[in-house]
């Protein structure tokens, strides 16, 4: 009985550290090197950007879902025509793109995450896009 309340007691103080850990993020929005400015179109309209990290692979540009608060993500898959800018600040038009089977596979394997991120992170699942770019004339 006693131990059962202590795992109970942990698994609360993990929840609140997780749920802490992401709102943080989510505030603060660390940017990098690698990190791209990501804008979405909600179902309201309104454009929402968002930081997300670069991912280079078989010389394609991707993004990754990482977190559980993941609006961006859902926004891109309802409306795929999205904005992204790089470290230049330049926003250039893409298409998100989702993908699965082996290119996700390819993509999860090149660009793994540790596993002090996923306990940080509370193990989400990861969802990628790849982002295309449209050219001026489309």
Do not use: C
Not at 29 to 46: E, F, M, N, W, Y
Not at 111 to 123: M, V
């Amino acid at each position: 009985m006693k131990a059962s309340k202590v795992l109970i007691g942990l698994s609360f103080v993990y929840v609140l550290a997780v749920v802490g850990f992401e709102t943080w993020l989510g505030y603060a929005q660390p940017a990098g090197q690698t990190s791209l400015i990501i804008t979405t179109t909600g179902d309201d309209g309104v454009a929402h950007p968002r930081v997300v990290s670069r991912l280079d692979s078989a010389g394609k540009l991707y993004i990754s879902a990482n977190h559980w608060p993941r609006a961006w993500y859902h926004q891109a898959l309802e409306n795929p025509h999205v904005m992204v800018a790089d470290t230049t600040g330049e926003p250039r038009a893409h298409t998100a793109v989702p993908i699965d089977g082996a290119e996700r596979d390819r993509v999860r394997n090149a660009h793994p995450h540790s596993l002090t991120f996923r306990f940080l992170t509370g193990f989400p699942p990861r969802r990628f896009v790849r982002l295309d770019p449209i050219s001026s004339g489309e």
